[in-house]
């Protein structure tokens, strides 16, 4: 699946259709999957090596016509020890794959897997994740 997770998805239906407070979000961050993490967060699906720390996404732009995209551009750190194949991408709260209290937000297939070889960054630059109510990876 790819769009909203399904506790953002919940915290949305809560707000706006059931009067609740929408939950405080921490500093979204991109983070990169070896397979689809499901709406769910499936675990062990995010990358796990020694080189991979989730980055901060920037800025987004202010939406228009209930779109948005990031306005920043966004580098992970370059790949170390062994190749790996990425296969989808997603916004969480929370720095670290560790952290047990993070949230997936979003989450969207990469247009094909792309294995990062040694010394490979993964770049998501600036208006490449637009979205309005399913993000795209352009």
Partial sequence: MSG???SMANAIINATLRGQAF?????????LFTADPTDAFTAGTEVAAA????????????????????????EFPPVTGAPVTVSHIGIVEGDSAGDATATLMFSEPLPAQRTLQ????F????????????????
């Fill in 123 to 138: 770049v998501v630059d600036s208006q490449a994740l637009t979205g309005d109510f399913v993000l795209q990876l352009l």
């Fill in 118 to 121: 040694i010394n490979d960054v």
């Fill in 23 to 31: 939950p405080a979000i921490r500093t979204p961050y991109f983070a």
């Fill in 4 to 6: 909203f997770s399904t």
């Fill in 51 to 74: 080189w991979y720390q989730r980055v901060p996404t920037g800025a987004f732009a202010a939406p228009a016509n209930g779109a948005s995209y990031n306005a920043t551009r966004a």
